[in-house]
């Protein structure tokens, strides 16, 4: 039975709700599904809902923005990381804000996502990293090698901080000596200048296309970045983290996040 995606390609789930519910299943099968989630005690539908779901305006829903736009890591596995002082970062998140006006109106919309688990890296000192490890034409690595510049004024006095022998700026590259104390500093300071660029930007276009909902942020993957958190309690209205664990109480939040 061709219920797939694409001719000959068969779905098992739609055929099995074809099965039971005949051909108007796509109308009883949303119903029968908000009738279950509340005869369950839940109050929320959460991320990824389709809108045959939360468009019947049964239970509260939150609403997943994904959009394109350019990324600072390179190759196409890469795990995304926006690169976000690209003007064409704001734009296409402005072209998809723009999409949600009618959930942005809707009041059983709580809120809205923005991005999932991006790659900040697994500690504080990850995302300069990987920003430094990124595409050297990324508008972001390029925002950060001109926050070098302006601390040091010439190659010769990063590198005496660093312990490198770099011939110029355009030289810069391979693995941060993060052995180096002043490295380390440096690369804290990449990471809350970039964590900094993304969060207030989605905050400032969440204001401008959904002024009435919540930011969400973005399910932070890793909990031990604390620049992160930080970084996302000062802009986002609930700071969102994805744990794995068996307990949330392995979070540790750092003094700075304020937010629920």
Request: glycine share 6%; hydrophobic share 35%; net charge positive.
């Amino acid at each position: 039975i061709g219920l797939g995606a694409r001719p000959g390609i068969w779905n098992p789930s739609k055929s099995n709700l074809l099965q039971k519910y005949g051909e108007n299943w796509k109308e009883v099968y949303p119903k029968m599904v908000n009738r279950r989630l509340k005869s369950w005690g839940l109050n929320t539908l959460g991320n990824w809902t389709k809108k045959e779901f939360y468009s019947l305006k049964k239970i509260p829903y939150t609403l997943a923005v994904h959009f394109g736009r350019p990324e600072v890591k390179l190759g196409e596995q890469a795990k995304s990381l926006p690169d976000a002082f690209h003007p064409e970062f704001e734009h296409s998140l402005s072209r998809a804000l723009a999409h949600r006006s009618q959930e942005a109106k809707d009041p059983w919309c709580l809120g809205f996502f923005i991005d999932n688990e991006l790659d900040f890296g697994n500690n504080s000192l990850k995302t300069g990293q990987i920003i430094f490890d990124g595409d050297k034409a990324s508008h972001t690595r390029r925002a950060m090698i001109d926050m070098l510049k302006n601390k040091y004024g010439v190659i010769e006095a990063l590198n005496n901080a660093w312990a490198k022998n770099y011939s110029n700026w355009e030289a810069l590259e391979g693995h941060l000596p993060l052995r180096q104390k002043a490295c380390r500093e440096d690369a804290l300071e990449m990471g809350r200048i970039y964590l900094d660029k993304y969060f207030s930007t989605c905050a400032r276009l969440m204001k401008k296309h959904a002024p009435h909902k919540l930011y969400l942020g973005s399910r932070i993957h890793f909990k031990e970045n604390e620049l992160a958190l930080i970084a996302s309690s000062n802009h986002c209205d609930v700071v969102s983290v994805n744990c794995y664990d068996f307990t949330p109480l392995r979070i540790h939040w750092p003094k700075e996040v304020t937010k629920p």
